[in-house]
């Protein structure tokens, strides 16, 4: 998704009678997810949306031993 327009793809999308599209996401884009679903809408084309997760051991709030990989701090 970071190399195309949504209007675009979903323009395509609606040429090719394709009932739905996917998009994902790295970080925060809130905004770009609202005119997704928006214009998908206008073009009776199925938005889904599609999410970047990481996964560890153990809970974010735990402060103890560290397990997996580390960051090294310069």
Known sequence: M??????ELLDEASRQ???AVAITDHGKSFL???????EASKRD?????GC???V???SRHDRGEKTGRQ???P
């Not at 770009?32 to 928006?38: E, K, L, P, S």
């Not at 084309?45 to 949306?49: D, F, M, S």
């Open 2 to 7: 970071g190399l195309c327009e949504t209007t």
């Open 17 to 19: 009678k394709m009932p």
């Open 32 to 38: 770009r997810r609202r005119i997704f679903f928006y």
């Open 45 to 49: 084309v199925k938005p889904i949306i």
């Open 52 to 54: 970047e997760v990481y």
């Open 56 to 58: 560890a051991k153990g």
């Open 71 to 73: 960051r090294e701090r």
